[in-house]
């Protein structure tokens, strides 16, 4: 059996060898090469050159864009970003499993409308559904009464403008990102395996944690980017729930380019800031690729 | 001085692949003369404003007098509007509107058209004082399309003594404390501390930058927040009470709440101007001038007044404004030379990254 | 063997969802509750009234922008589903290199103004007109690599045995992809185009560089209001898009009740 399927894995199942490899990748390489790395190449390029006194750029090679990048400056804000984004995403991760798990164990017409009803409100654009976050948490607002109500404080505390309320803003910007992919990888498990680590005498946390956990991994990890990267990227929210009152990469990025039309450091920035990223999904990929290499060898 | 090419990356790089294409006209800046002659109903213009900034009716009148197709379509900043036209190397709109500080960076770069004075004979129903506008002098890049200043803008019944000083964000009464907002981006992020501390709102000098933002992060402390969108609604709320506000945006609460107030302080302030611009690659630059004499007829510079409560640096139309509206929002019965004490602000060339940087500690302080 | 605990497992499991749909459907609800805000103010009540839905049925412009959004955002779908998947599984099966994964995810790493510009660029050199196209275009190179990212959590042990009996029974290659691996992974693909169309339904600074003139989309629209104060027509539009969509939702579900009747009967 297992050198039947390692013979069919060169020739006869879908997806493999020539012309199918060009079939299956073909047109997601050609966009990317079109619309991702030529252009996105382009803005690139200008890292290396300066800027104009007005914005233009100017054709002449530097490296003082990278060495900008070092500044104390940024670098805090890019440490201070990293850690809301890291806070942010672990919440995510831990409101988000349950839920995933929950609807991914329904029957199955259940399935996609309760996944449908995690997604809707984000029809709504992230502007209008910021301004009534702040309307929540004025000082009047609903949750500042629920939290007297319940006699937690005893007056309306400070919300808008806090480390709070811009996680709180950007959780709820961002955690449909982090249920769809761990749906996708939980429903496929069914109970099976769970069952089986049951039977076999393992207590249900050890079985979660052993078994589903493990299985589940890349929607775990696929989340985790997704709500991790647009995080760090964001400036509405801290705008508007942080009162302006923090300062994320996205927002320095995006001021480089627009405020101070200063092209260059912008593009080198961006660089910066992929090259982080990169190196944190390297790293996911790779323990990924080492966790199921184990539970392969575990089945 | 070494000549340097001061292209925008994409005119560049378009040089370089035209090699291989037709010649990309790199579009003169001449208006009215160059270019055969089109017969205006045979040219379209397409614009690009803000949403709710061109009264209603306005451009299918324009269509049906001049024949002129117009497409109107939106932007959402400054900063959005002039990297979108940096982007596609200067092509893509006939005609835009952006604020007179960020005119230099177009012209600096080729973008925009000189302007055919004789094409456009309704500038004379412009205030005298509107043609000596620091960012472009004489008007020849641009027309201004409406004006003002920032100030203070508070609710009377709540604040107990008339705020005169840009000093107050910074020495409050304790009951202001956590009750104020500032203007969250530059220029005017760091005006209450350059007014405070007397320096110029068009700075360049890195001391007087530092000791600015030093100034603004001792005020961040008594501060609601950095607001820019909804400062005027947290003031009718009773969130807020006292905020830096440009002053169409005090006349929006002020519509909402007659309690607010809006004051210049006495240290001075802005003077804040958009205009319109033709691009120089614009093919269609007579209907584009045909356009902007149409706007400063009388009649539709009262429209603009009457839609969005701002100045307008049109004297035929301010003459024609109700009386009732300017009894309601006092500020737009400010006079062009009280606007003119303001400081006009234009772009500060290199200088912005000082900026920009203030910016990015301040909110990171 | 699961009755107690996995009962009381499920309670505890949807209580917890309960709390979830309810963070996300607040502030939605205090949308709804604006929308009949008296007050033309975004962030504070002035007594009640339905004067922004008369407005709304007025603002031809909003939804003619809405529609834009709407259709832009169902056609990037279906190609960026389309590709997504197909790089899933072209990735899984002939190419395992970490390094490569992690550079083909980059469209959706790289920060959205640096797409935006670059894009712009890129059409402005090539000389492509702008129009909805190169929004559409814009919109699908990153939706994909989302869509790739969700269905590959789920192909990661997808068992190839099932593909090769398919083939075995006589199969053709096109027949056990459409009959055999297409229903299997259908859930993470309807999952990725779930995120695909939600990304691209809800995203401005891309849309707004590689838009043409005539397209104006509706973030586009809501974030020019801004400069002259968001009205709470804004909210009647919200509360709109969520009736539709509820409806939407309740219509599926009744004809999936009607399949599966249909399927037991059958």
Redesign the interface.
Known sequence: ?RL??KG??RG?????GWP??A???G??LL??TL??A???????V?SF?S??????????FTLDNFARALDP??V??LW?SIRIAALTTGVALL??Y??A???A?RPA?W???????????????????T??????L???G?VNRALVGLGLTERPI?L??TRVAIVLGLL?AY???M???L???I??LGVAPR?AA??LGAS?AGAFLRVTLP?T???V??GC??VF?PTL?NFIVP??L??????MV??????????????P???AL?IS??AV??VL??VQ??VL?RE?RL?ARAA | MVRVRRLALLAAATLALAACGGGGGAGGGEPGGGGAAVPLEDQTLTISNWDAYTPEGLIEAFEQETGVDVTLTLHTTNEDIVGKIQAAGGKGFDLVFVSGNYLQTLIDQGFVAELDHDLIPNLANLYPEANELGYDPGNRYSVPYTWGTTGICYRSDLVEEEPTSWTVFHDPPEELKGKMTMLGTNPWLLEPALRSLGSSLNTTDPAEIEAATEWTIEAKANLKGFDDTTFYSELVAGNAWLVQAWDGWCNYGIAEDPNIRFVVPEEGSDLWTDTMVVLAASENKEAAHAFIDFVLRPENGKAVAELVYYKVPNRAAMEQLDPALIERFPNLGMSPSELLEQEALRDPGEAISLWTDAAAQIKAA | MRREPGRRRDLLLGAELALVYAFLYAPILVLVALSFNDSGLPTSWGGFSTRWYGELARSEDLLAALRTSVSIALVVTAVSTAIGTLLALGLERTVRSTVLDTVLFLPAVVPDIVLAIGLLSFFSIARITLGTHTVILAHVVFDMVFVAAIVRARLGYFDRSIEEAAQDLGAGRVATFFRVTVPVLLPGILAGALIAFTLSFDEFIIAFFTAGPTVITFPIRIYSMIRFGVTPVVNAVATLILGLSIALVLLALRLARREARRAVEG
């Open positions: 059996m039947g399927r069919a894995r006869r199942a879908t997806g493999t199918s490899r079939l299956f990748l047109p997601g966009a990317w619309l991702f030529a252009p996105v190449g382009l803005i690139l200008s050159l800027r104009g006194t007005f914005g233009g750029i100017e054709y002449r400056l940024y805090r804000v201070s409101v988000g349950p839920a798990y929950f609807i164990t017409r399935r996609l409308p309760l996944l449908v009803l995690v997604v809707l409100p984000f029809w709504t654009n992230l502007l209008i559904r301004y009534a976050w702040i309307v929540l004025n000082r009047e609903l400070a808008l403008g709820y955690l449909p990102l249920i769809l992919p749906f996708s990888a429903e496929r069952q049951a039977d249900p299985l991994l890349p929607g990890m696929a980017v997704f990267v990227g705008d508007l942080g009162g302006g009152k923090a300062i996205g927002n320095l990025i995006q001021s480089q380019f627009f405020q101070a039309r200063d092209w450091f912008g593009a961006s800031v992929l990223t990169v999904l390297v990929a790779r690729t199921r539970a």
